[in-house]
């Protein structure tokens, strides 16, 4: 999966957190034990040395002892201090495991690496942190498939009615999104006001963000007013440059924006996605007509020619929905 630098930089900051957290709270128990019981001092010591101990046992050859017997040796006496320190802390009331690193992830001791590989717990921090990314950009909730009501469209099993053509297009969002990859084609969606082409959207996105992809989901107003933004100087960033890189990258409601002045971008985003081979959806309430006649032809050869379109077709579900 790819993350994204800033992900990277929280999870990093969030594993630090923690390891600090658990070597400080350590101090902490190791002054209040040693307060009650001076003699753990010297067993903890012994304790936490017995790795270089067992490294020395087995580089160092002076002894004339073989180093297997020395590591033996050494892990017994270990053991045996381990039992003293455990009945120590008994005797002046303390846990047995009093002593011992709290840390947060026990297999990596909260430095996200195992074997120089990336450890579980830093790979789940930086799903995290991307998907928290996606729902800063993301203009509404995420849902999921099983959420979408085919009831809301008219028309029963009807070849020619809207519930069968939504749920021909219902199932085509579900395969796009099992089947997602890098390669995966661009989706159209368009229709009238309130027909469901953002909550499919939405389904999309929850459903490819569960399979470890990078996805930017936003207001396609919102990002044309920060790419404006940043480059008259108002705003610092660069929206462009994230919209390129997310693995997909679903823009919400073209045709919302203001005048022309937005079609450079919109041509620039297209260009680039098309260009680095990456997939894109776009919801929009135009007609394919009132598209033709809002952009100019080089946006609508590559809405038309490089995605896949799905027409939305039915009656405002948002009315049936308020009416229950």
Known sequence: MKYTEQ?????????NNRRKAAENEYLDHCAK?????????EINEKITSVNCEIIKAITDRSSGKKPSELVMQIKENNRLAHEKKAAILK???????????????????????????????FEQLLEEYSISEVSQDCDIKLHSFDE????????????NSPRHQMELILNKCI??????????????????????????????ANAVI?????????????VFEDALAEHFGKKTGNTLEKLSKADLLILDDLGSEFGSQSDPILYQILNDRINLNKPTVITSNLSLQELNGRYNERIVSRLLGEFRRFPFVGEDIRFKINRN
Request: hydrophobic content about 35%; proline content about 3%; some cysteine.
């Open 7 to 15: 992900a990277y930089l929280k999870a990093e900051n969030e594993l």
């Open 33 to 41: 034990a040693y307060e009650a019981a001076p003699e753990l001092i």
């Open 210 to 222: 569960n399979k470890g992809y990078f996805v930017v989901f936003r207001s396609i107003l919102k």
């Open 91 to 121: 005797k002046v009331g303390l846990p047995q495991d009093f002593l011992d690193h709290k840390y947060t992830c026990r297999i990596c001791n909260d430095s996200g690496f195992v074997d120089g590989i990336r450890c579980k717990c």
């Open 175 to 204: 395969e796009y999104a099992n089947n997602f990859g890098e390669n995966s084609g661009s989706l159209f969606l368009y229709g009238n006001t309130g027909l469901g082409k953002t909550f499919l959207s939405s389904c999309i």
């Open 148 to 159: 979408f009501m085919l009831s809301y469209y008219p028309g029963g099993n009807d070849s």
